[in-house]
Every structure is written in structure tokens, then in C-alpha cells.
């Protein structure tokens, strides 16, 4: 799919600058959104009748440890009328508060809830945030970059690393 | 163990109401592996479904980070585990996208019959267990009978029944063996027949059509918003097929009709799937007549092993490419690649994200079993009692070495 034949500008000019055009990526065309402005423009991709956004793939949370900004959610968009694919990308700080997609397409619940579990990534507005794999009272978050793979040492996992304790490096 | 906890009492008219939490499951047959639901109930009527997965989670993206690229195949079989073939495939597509390769021709005929196959093989065991959870038990004795079949076939193509892992970047691990043709050929016909049988025994059962029909409802638009992909979504009306609209392998050089059925029931969602096997088996056919000869690995020594085994006793060169090759892998340039393929449950993508080296920077699973799940949560289907949750689960057809990764 090229950009070339996205009608994308139309959408993007509200958002003076904010919202970058990214199509080095070979795949599909990708957007760099600011968190601020990700509902809106999820809302305005989903219902403008030239692109039809209506149908969310996938959320992926990535850790970009030791770099900043830390996190970033990338959205996999598909337009099941057109057949297109986008890519939106949202940076996070550390700690990461992201806005809610639901309101805009019910999927995102359960991949808000992984990346939540996953990276600790807060999502506001979210109904129902809680861990989705691990067990609730389970601490850290395994997908992090700084989580050992093979977990921290405890009763049940002897082979484990052991804890750092705060403050000692 | 299922145990019911009273949270309401209250005294009416006609007498005493409960309100009562079930748990069903993790341990229950109609959940297909270890799935708890938590039910929250008026006697037999059913308010609020809450799932609770991550029973099976085994980390597979965390140890994606740390495999490389070869060493993950068999990861990516343990996902969907009845139909490893297209695991397999999905995660070669997105590794090729980012390193620019394509496999060779006939290695990408091998590939899409090998995803047919194994289509059929998932989709059997869901045309009988849907039906063995309504109560209808001899239907799966059937199915797993001829399931048989696609198992042997992939024992005499790969070696193994189940986690083939088959599939290398750039090509598949070695050429079909001798006799294989003919075999899957004969498969397609027995298996055609068999189909057939499916439909008296199962289509014309009023017992098992009062249990599917008209019960679990999705309209397109919510099945779209709830990101049901694959058969479910078909079932839904919606005329969509990966497979199709953006072919990948050599899909855009077969000819098949995309299934699509317009009530979204969980009669729907089965039938989709029946008739999804016979146009696997139209795919493999014609993939077997138009099959060219030809290498099944890409010639690049940096990438794959040598076609030509001898090489490795006569040739130094080989032998430096294989042992590094062996031993750390191969480089894969930076960069990102979303991949889609049709999976059998639905769309299967695989995000890769690259820093260079031999090992993803991170690699995610957009399983379908997983998204597909999570629309018995919501309040968009027709869901009234108990018995009714066991059909929309099998119809459905989640598999939770998927959902849970």
C-alpha cells in the first residue's frame, strides 16, 4: 500500500504540525501522534468516509530502554472498506499515561489490559484496567526491558535473578 | 472444581431469586484448554461473562527478544498449535519483509499447502467440537478420524505431527518428499466426501441446529469493532479475506470463493468453516497441478544453508556460512514490518521491529484466538443462558496456546 494514494493530508491539517507523516516505513504509512491528540484523530481516521479506519488490529507496547522517550504504542489500523493499513505511533514518558482508544473501537480493552500488564502502561479513561496474563498480585512488569528473562528469584522460581535491592546499582 | 458463590438473595413473588458467580472452568471440557469464565447469573440467566486468561501465558514474546531468528520458528508453532504451518508462515513473511527477500516459487507453493492443510486441520476439530459441546459426541470421533489423515501427511512431509516449524526465512526446510504429491492429492478426494458427511450428520440434526441458530448474534459493525477477524467475521456478513485483498505467497495465483455468511450466528461461524475446507481443498489442488520445480531455499549462504549439501565437504567458504549461520544467526536490517497472513482463526500478524542484529528487537503476535475471545465479554450477542455460553465459546473456537502466548 503507498501513502500516495491515501487521502491522509485532509486529516492531518487540523493538527498543524503535530501529527508527522512517516512513510520510510516499507510496509505501510505511519503516523507520529502526540498522546494528547491520539482520540481525536483515531475518532476522525475511524469515521471520515475516505478512509474508514474501522477496524483495530492490534496495539503493540514497545520498550525503548535506556532511551527517551521510554515507551511507545504503535496501532495497527486497517480499513476493512478500502483495504488500507496505518501505523500510528504515540510516545510515552516515563511513567507512561496513554489515553483510552475503547470509546473508538471496543477491541483496544484487552490490548490496553496486556500493555498494562506487560509495560505498566496507564491508560486513562480505561473501565476495567487490571492484569490480563499474570496473576494480580504479581510485581514488575515482564515486558520491560530491565525485567530479567528470567524472572526474580522467589519461593517459586529458585532459578530466578536476584532482586537489586533501591538504591544500590 | 465448579462452585457457585450466592452474591444476591432476593425473595420475590414467585419465590427466591439468586443471583449466583460460577466459575466454569479452567478445568472444564467445552473451555478447549485452560480458560476460566467467570459467570455471573440469575438462575440459568446469564448477566455478565468476565474471562480470565493467561493460564497458559508462557512469555513467548519475552523470549522472542532473546532467540534468534531461526530459533523462534518453534516458538511460533506452540501459539496456534493446531495449525503450526501458518504460525510458521506468518512470522517468515515479516522477517523477509524486513530483509527485502522473497522465498523461491516453489517453496511458496509448499508453504500455502502446507497453511491449507493445516486450515483443515483446525477447522476439523472445531466442525466436531462445537458440536460435542452441545451434546452431539459422535460428530468429533469423525472429525478427529480424518483429522488423522492431515497428520499423517504432515508426519510424512516434515517429520513431526504437530510442531512442524517446516517453514526457514527464505524458503522451507527441504522439498516435498517423494510420493507426497500423489498422497495429498488422494487425501483431497477421500477428504471431499467426508465433508459431505459432516452436512447429513450435523446440518439436517434439529437437535444441534436449535442449540447454534440464532444464538450469539454479532451484526457486522460490531464484529468489526470487536476486531473479529478470519471465519467469525465472515460469518458476521463482513467480505473480507486477507487472502484475497492483499494476497501474500501465491494466493493471487489460485482461484477460490471467500465464504461469507450473513447472520453471525454460531450456527454461521460453523458452517463458514465447513465450507472454508472445501476451498482449502480447491487451493491445494490447484497448488499441486501448477506446483514449478525448483530450490526451495533462497540461494544466499548468509541466510539460509546450502541447498546443495555435498557443498559442506568440498567448499570452505560453505562450511564458514554454516557454522556462522549455526551459531549466531543471521543479521536482519533495522527497520519495522507488519505482516498479516489469514490464519485460520482469523488475521495473524506478527510486528517485528529491528535493531540490526541477529535477535528482534521486538517481535509482537497479533494473535486472532486472543482478539476474537474477548467479544464474549461484551454485550453485542444474544446470549441468554448458561447453555448458551458453552455454544458461543465453541463457535468462537479460541485456542488458548494463542490467546494466552
Known amino acids: 500500500m503507498v501513502a500516495g494514494d491515501m487521502p491522509l493530508a485532509a486529516v492531518l491539517q487540523p493538527y498543524d504540525q503535530r501529527v508527522s507523516l512517516d512513510q520510510g516505513a ?33 496495539i503493540c507496547a514497545v520498550d525503548i530502554f535506556p532511551k527517551t522517550p521510554r515507551f511507545m504504542l504503535v496501532y495497527h489500523l486497517f480499513s476493512v472498506t478500502h483495504k488500507w493499513r496505518l501505523r500510528l505511533k504515540c510516545c510515552l514518558d516515563d511513567p507512561a499515561i496513554a489515553p483510552t482508544v475503547i470509546p473508538v473501537w471496543t477491541t483496544a480493552n484487552w490490548h490496553e489490559r496486556e500493555a ?16 490480563i496474563y499474570m496473576w494480580d498480585g504479581f510485581d514488575g512488569y515482564p515486558m520491560r526491558r530491565d525485567f530479567p528473562l528470567r524472572g526474580y528469584k522467589d519461593d517459586y522460581n529458585p532459578l530466578g535473578v536476584e532482586p537489586v535491592a533501591e538504591g544500590s546499582e | 472444581m465448579t462452585e457457585a458463590t450466592v452474591i444476591n438473595e432476593v425473595t420475590t413473588d414467585t419465590g427466591l431469586s439468586r443471583e449466583v458467580l460460577l466459575n466454569l472452568g479452567p478445568q472444564h471440557p467445552s473451555t478447549h484448554g485452560v480458560l476460566r469464565l467467570l459467570l455471573q447469573m440469575d438462575g ?81 476439530l472445531i466442525t466436531g467440537a ?47 518428499p517423494e510420493g507426497a504429491e500423489a498422497r495429498i492429492l488422494e487425501f483431497c478426494d477421500i477428504f471431499a466426501a467426508r465433508i459431505s458427511d459432516y452436512e447429513t450428520l450435523l446440518d439436517n440434526n434439529r437437535i444441534f441446529l436449535a442449540r447454534v441458530e440464532n444464538i450469539g448474534n454479532i451484526t457486522g459493525e460490531d464484529a468489526i469493532a470487536l476486531g473479529l477477524s478470519g471465519p467469525n467475521l465472515r460469518a458476521s456478513g463482513v467480505d473480507w479475506d486477507i487472502r484475497r485483498d492483499e494476497p501474500y505467497e501465491i494466493y493471487g495465483q489460485v482461484e477460490f470463493d471467500v465464504i461469507v455468511r450473513q447472520d453471525g450466528d454460531c450456527y454461521d461461524r460453523w458452517k463458514c468453516r465447513v465450507d472454508e475446507m472445501r476451498e482449502s481443498l480447491r487451493i491445494i489442488r490447484q497448488c499441486i497441478g501448477q506446483m514449478p520445480k525448483g530450490d526451495v531455499l533462497v540461494d544466499d549462504p548468509k541466510i539460509a544453508f546450502p541447498v546443495d549439501k555435498d557443498l559442506l565437504s568440498h567448499s570452505m ?16 536490517p533495522a527497520g519495522e514490518f507488519y505482516s ?20 528482534p528487537f521486538r517481535l509482537k503476535v497479533r494473535s486472532p484466538s486472543f482478539v476474537n475471545l474477548q467479544s464474549l465479554t461484551e454485550r453485542t450477542t444474544n446470549i441468554k443462558y448458561l447453555a448458551d455460553v458453552i455454544a458461543m465459546l465453541g463457535s468462537l473456537d479460541p485456542v488458548m496456546g494463542e490467546v494466552d502466548k
Do not use: W
Open chain 1, 116 to 131: 498494562y500488564d506487560m509495560y505498566g502502561i496507564h491508560f486513562d479513561g480505561h473501565p476495567d484496567l487490571r492484569r
Open chain 1, 26 to 58: 516499507a510496509d505501510m504509512p505511519c503516523l507520529l501522534v502526540p498522546p494528547d491528540d491520539l482520540v481525536a484523530l483515531c475518532t476522525q481516521l475511524r469515521d471520515d468516509p475516505s478512509l474508514r479506519f474501522d477496524f483495530l488490529s492490534d
Open chain 2, 317 to 332: 567458504e560453505t562450511h564458514i556460512h554454516h557454522f556462522l549461520l549455526s551459531a549466531n544467526g543471521f543479521k536482519v
Open chain 2, 130 to 176: 462445537l458440536p460435542m459441546d452441545v451434546g452431539a459426541m459422535t460428530s468429533l470421533l469423525y472429525t478427529m478420524r480424518d483429522r488423522e489423515m492431515v497428520m499423517d501427511l504432515m508426519e510424512m512431509i516434515t517429520g513431526v505431527r504437530m510442531h512442524t516449524s517446516f517453514c526457514r526465512v527464505g524458503g522451507v526446510r527441504e522439498d516435498l
Open chain 2, 44 to 124: 440459568e440467566i446469564i448477566e455478565r461473562v468476565e474471562p480470565h486468561i493467561g493460564l497458559l501465558h508462557r512469555g513467548t514474546e519475552k523470549l522472542f527478544e532473546s532467540f534468534t531468528y531461526t530459533q523462534i520458528f518453534p516458538l511460533t508453532d506452540r501459539l496456534d498449535y493446531l495449525c503450526p504451518p501458518s504460525n510458521n508462515l506468518g512470522y517468515a513473511l515479516a522477517v523477509e519483509g524486513l530483509l527485502g527477500i522473497e522465498a523461491p516459487e516453489r517453496a511458496q507453493y509448499i508453504r500455502v499447502i502446507m497453511a491449507e492443510l493445516s486450515r483443515i486441520s483446525g477447522h476439523l
Open chain 2, 340 to 359: 498479516a497472513i489469514e490464519a485460520p482463526k482469523g488475521e495473524l500478524g506478527y510486528y517485528l521491529i529491528s535493531d540490526g542484529s541477529e535477535k
